[in-house]
């Protein structure tokens, strides 16, 4: 007798398994925040409003002191299901030598 082939995702999940992948909550879409167990459209869209208005999350409990329906336990479960904290980029950086130069062009407009 043959075993099926239970490699990917639908494999896993016709067999009642579980396959979560790490999904950075600082960095993710709404398809991807909806694809961690426990994270419905709704949830994504608060995180996403959230994130956009006042930066990355810091930690768990900063999503959880954040997000609205979105507390310490179902922080816990989401992170058990996958969900990540990383870094953000960094603000970027003023170079104060990279400001544009107010001289002249040497070169002479066409005729």
Request: proline share 8%; net charge positive; charged share 25%.
């Amino acid at each position: 007798m043959h075993a099926p082939d239970v490699r990917g995702a639908a494999g896993v999940a016709a067999f009642g398994g579980a396959a979560y992948a790490n999904v950075d909550v600082n960095v993710a879409d709404e398809v991807a925040l909806t694809g961690v167990k426990g994270i419905g459209p709704a949830t994504a869209k608060r995180i996403l409003d959230e994130r956009e208005k006042h930066g990355a999350f810091k930690d768990a409990g900063d999503l959880a002191d954040r997000v609205p329906g979105v507390g310490p336990k179902s922080v816990a479960n989401l992170e058990a299901a996958g969900l990540t904290f990383g870094k953000a980029a960094p603000p970027p950086r003023k170079d104060p030598k990279a400001k544009a130069s107010a001289a002249p062009s040497t070169q002479k407009a066409a005729r």
